[in-house]
C-alpha cells in the first residue's frame, strides 16, 4: 500500500518568512495530493491540492509543488502569520477501486511573533 | 457543522465495553471513512464505505466494526477487543468517484476509564 513520509515534524518560523513542508510517497500510481490544516482541538481542513498532471499551484500565500519523478510534493508558504500556526498533513490517493487518502504524520508549524 | 456530524463529541468507556461513535452527513457524498488520530502518529484509516452496504478495512480496523445501511450514516463501534482505545476520532466523506478532498466530522475524542 502507499506509504507517506512528512517533514519535519516541527517547525518554527518568525512572522512574514517562508515555511516549507515536505512530503514523499511510495506508490508511482498516486495521482492526488491535499494538503489540510488542523487548528488545535478542530478538524482537519483541506488548504490545497494538486493532482498529477501539474507540477505546481498556487492560492494566494500556499503553494505546492509536486515531483512525479522523485515521488515528492511540498507545501510552501509565504509572508506567514500567527493564524498559520496549526498542524498541516499531506495525505496521497490514486483513482481507482480504493480511492481512499494516506496521510503523512504531520507537521506542527509555529509562526512566531 | 460543515454537512459531516460526528457524535458526542467527548466519550468515556469502561473497561470491557462497546462504545459507538456516530457520523452522518447531508452532502450527498457516496464515500465515507473513520480515521484515528495519535499524537505524532497522524491519521490511521480504521474502515471505509464506498456505497450503502458496503465497507472494506483499513490499515488498523482491528477491535472495530462499522456498517452502512445509509448513505448518510456510517456509526463505528470500538469494541472490548480494542485494546488501546483512547485517541480522537475523525469520520470523513467524500465524493466517490474521481480525486477529491475529504470533509471531517469535528471528532469524537474517546478515553478509557
Known amino acids: 500500500g502507499e506509504n507517506v513520509e512528512q517533514h519535519p515534524s516541527t517547525l518554527s518560523v518568525q512572522e512574514g518568512d517562508s515555511a516549507v513542508i515536505k512530503c514523499t510517497y511510495s506508490d508511482s500510481a498516486s495521482n492526488y495530493f491535499p494538503w489540510y490544516k488542523q487548528e488545535l482541538g478542530k478538524r482537519p481542513q483541506l488548504i490545497i491540492d494538486?493532482?498529477?498532471?501539474?507540477g505546481e499551484k498556487k492560492d494566494q500565500r500556499i503553494a505546492v509543488t509536486l515531483n512525479k519523478t522523485a515521488k515528492h510534493f511540498s507545501l510552501h508558504i509565504t509572508e506567514t502569520q500567527p493564524e498559520d500556526s496549526a498542524v498541516y498533513f499531506c495525505?496521497?490517493?490514486?483513482?481507482?477501486?480504493?480511492?481512499?487518502?494516506?496521510f503523512g504524520t504531520g507537521t506542527r508549524l509555529q509562526v512566531t511573533l | 457543522d460543515g454537512g459531516i456530524t460526528q457524535s458526542p463529541k467527548y466519550l468515556f468507556r469502561k473497561e470491557g465495553q462497546n462504545v459507538t461513535l456516530s457520523c452522518e452527513q447531508n452532502l450527498n457524498h457516496d464515500a465515507m471513512y473513520w480515521y484515528r488520530q495519535d499524537p505524532g502518529q497522524g491519521l490511521r484509516l480504521i474502515y471505509y464505505s464506498q456505497i450503502v452496504n458496503d465497507f472494506q478495512k483499513g490499515d488498523i480496523a482491528e477491535g472495530y466494526s462499522v456498517s452502512r445501511e445509509k448513505k448518510e450514516s456510517f456509526p463505528l463501534t470500538v469494541t472490548s477487543a480494542q485494546k488501546n482505545p483512547t485517541a480522537f476520532y475523525l469520520c470523513a466523506s467524500s465524493i466517490h468517484r474521481g480525486n477529491y478532498g475529504y470533509t471531517f466530522g469535528s471528532g469524537t475524542r474517546l478515553t478509557v476509564v
Open positions: 494538486i493532482r498529477s498532471n501539474v
Open positions: 495525505a496521497a490517493s490514486y483513482t481507482g477501486t480504493a480511492s481512499k487518502l494516506t
